[in-house]
């Protein structure tokens, strides 16, 4: 997909830095650190400003951040922390786009052919809409409801993965990371995480009714294929890749999800906790080690 490819810092490559410049992010750098200057520029009202990170020497651990204009003026707290944040933040989900099996390249790259096939076994055997008077009612409905839901968000998952590819070769082009830029592949992240998140509640909703189904079908021959799918579906290894994403994918210091259902209200109440969760972790382990006074 190429943004794997990337390396995200840029180890002193500004060799047009002004001499104010070099001598800012010399001066608060420690003698055991090494400093990296990001290859974005955040533009705020007009005013270009450049993202520095001061490493260990010997670990590569990032020690502090500073923000700086390009004329080497250094700005206000609060410009500082805008700054920080959206490289930061830009680059944290454009990591999470090239992560390979728990990133967005998983996600886009799932066999949602499984289940396409799987609709159709149940659509042959019990019909294509389910009685309410039928006493597996619910299970069924909600088995392929999560079917539909599926189908319908994989194109939309690889709309959003190709948007942000997009995106970054853009970024990696003319490097001024804008606020419509970077409100774009916010809203992108968050979008995809409530996405995601239902379909994993709903998985694991599914996964319980699963043996209830299988009961109601077995030993029936004409009900055979159907059996030996939802077998597929019911593995104790993916009961336990729904319950690890719910119980990872909001911090429990930040609010707890387990009551969380997939309403609209409840999807909405998730997305907040999301966007929570970013603006906590920002304000606990990266305000603290901004450099600027």
């Known amino acids: 997909m190429g943004l794997d490819q990337e390396d995200f810092l840029w180890r002193v490559i500004h060799v047009d830095f002004k001499k104010s410049v070099k001598r800012e992010i010399n001066n608060r750098k420690a003698w055991y650190e090494k400093s990296e200057v990001s290859r974005h520029i955040v533009k705020i009202e007009d005013e270009k400003y450049l993202f520095v990170i001061y490493l260990n020497g010997w670990s590569g651990i990032p020690k502090a951040f500073l923000a700086i204009r390009e004329d080497g003026v250094l700005p206000g707290f609060e410009i500082s922390k805008e700054v920080v944040f959206r490289v930061s933040t830009y680059n944290n989900i454009?990591?999470?786009?090239?992560?390979?099996?728990?990133?967005?390249?998983?996600?886009?790259?799932?066999?949602?052919?499984?289940?396409?096939?799987?609709?159709?076994?149940?659509?042959?055997?019990?019909?294509?809409?389910?009685?309410?008077?039928?006493?597996?009612?619910?299970?069924?409905?909600?088995?392929?409801?999560?079917?539909?839901?599926?189908?319908?968000?994989?194109?939309?998952?690889?709309?959003?993965?190709?948007?942000?590819?997009?995106?970054?070769?853009?970024?990696?082009?003319?490097?001024?990371?804008?606020?419509?830029?970077?409100?774009?592949?916010?809203?992108?992240?968050?979008?995809?995480?409530?996405?995601?998140?239902?379909?994993?509640?709903?998985?694991?909703?599914?996964?319980?009714?699963?043996?209830?189904?299988?009961?109601?079908?077995?030993?029936?021959?004409?009900?055979?294929?159907?059996y030996k799918m939802l077998k597929i579906f019911h593995t104790e290894k993916r009961k336990k890749s729904f319950e690890e994403f719910l119980e990872g994918v909001v911090e429990k210091q930040i609010g707890d999800i387990s009551k969380l259902s997939y309403s609209a209200n409840d999807l909405k109440q998730f997305r907040l906790l999301k966007e929570k969760e970013t603006t906590e972790e920002f304000r606990l382990t990266m305000i603290p080690i901004i450099r600027n006074d």
């Open 94 to 226: 454009m990591r999470f786009a090239a992560r390979d099996k728990t990133g967005m390249k998983d996600i886009v790259r799932r066999p949602i052919k499984l289940m396409e096939r799987l609709e159709k076994l149940l659509i042959e055997y019990f019909g294509a809409t389910i009685p309410e008077s039928h006493h597996l009612y619910k299970e069924l409905s909600l088995l392929l409801e999560l079917s539909a839901v599926m189908q319908n968000n994989q194109p939309t998952f690889k709309r959003m993965f190709e948007e942000l590819l997009t995106i970054f070769k853009e970024q990696d082009t003319n490097h001024l990371l804008t606020k419509e830029r970077f409100d774009r592949v916010y809203t992108i992240a968050l979008d995809w995480h409530v996405l995601l998140y239902k379909e994993q509640r709903m998985q694991l909703m599914v996964h319980h009714d699963l043996p209830v189904i299988m009961d109601y079908i077995k030993g029936d021959k004409k009900a055979k294929k159907l």
